[in-house]
């Protein structure tokens, strides 16, 4: 079982729609939780981070975590062609907190 | 505030020679980590420095190694590459403490072709 789990997509919305990305992580004891969004030929980029259970917004991303279900999401709200990118899940594993795992990451493509 | 800054860009290289990339992280930021991207394993962590001590090292052979230096610049090293290691490879700073590293901050990476 990896680590870090995501589904590779692609993961295509029409645009203005609400687009939802899963992850499920096997360490129980992990505390931090990040959502980077990497764009082809880029480096990875920090959308958003959560540590607590529940959900947390920033402007047209909100993140929700739920540890008893070992399970994060990032949704995107009024997705636009421009959000169109591979999004990666990274977890702080219990036995490290100085690195990250990472999921796959998950392909979004917004069609106009 | 400027960002992470990683030099070289591109590198091709053949096997065997060893290469040396360079990472300078956010100002203030103490801690550096190194990542390697492949299409095939994804990102896979290689290690993590704070205050020139290496505190973590991931699953990869000797021939990668790294030091960070009394400014929290940091390098790697890759000795006798292998075509295997043709790769992005990714810096990431953070603030770091003593007890973690923080959120991370990726600079633009180095791509490095082994030919």
């Known amino acids: 079982q990896k680590e870090v789990e995501q589904n590779s997509g692609p993961l295509s919305v029409p645009e203005g729609a609400i687009a939802s990305l899963n992850c499920t992580y096997s360490?129980?004891?992990?505390?931090?939780f990040f959502w980077y969004r990497q764009y082809s030929g880029k480096s990875p980029e920090l959308i958003m981070s959560?540590?607590?259970?529940g959900d947390k917004e920033d402007g047209r991303f909100t993140a929700q975590l739920n540890k008893a279900s070992q399970y994060v999401s990032l949704l995107i709200r009024d997705s636009q062609p421009s959000d169109s990118a591979t999004y990666l899940c990274?977890?702080?594993?219990?036995?490290?907190?100085?690195?990250?795992?990472f999921g796959s990451g998950t392909r979004l493509l917004v069609r106009p | 505030k400027a960002g992470v800054t990683q030099t070289p860009r591109y590198l091709i290289k053949t096997r065997g020679q060893q290469v040396t990339l360079s990472c300078s992280p956010i100002?203030?930021?103490?801690?550096v980590s190194w990542y390697q991207q492949t299409p095939g394993q994804g990102l896979q962590f290689l290690f993590e420095?704070?205050?020139?001590?290496?505190?973590n090292k991931g699953n990869f052979p000797g021939r990668f190694s790294g030091r960070q230096f009394s400014n929290s610049r940091s390098e790697m090293n890759v000795s006798t590459l292998e075509l295997g290691d043709s790769a992005l490879y990714l810096c990431?700073?953070?603030?770091?403490?003593?007890?973690?590293?923080?959120?991370?901050?990726f600079g633009p990476g180095t791509r490095l072709l082994v030919l």
């Open positions: 990431a700073s953070s603030g770091g403490t003593t007890s973690g590293s923080g959120t991370q901050y």
């Open positions: 959560i540590y607590s259970n």
């Open positions: 360490d129980r004891g992990s505390q931090s």
């Open positions: 420095y704070f205050s020139e001590t290496q505190r």
């Open positions: 990274a977890v702080n594993p219990m036995d490290s907190s100085y690195k990250l795992i």
């Open positions: 100002s203030g930021h103490r801690s």
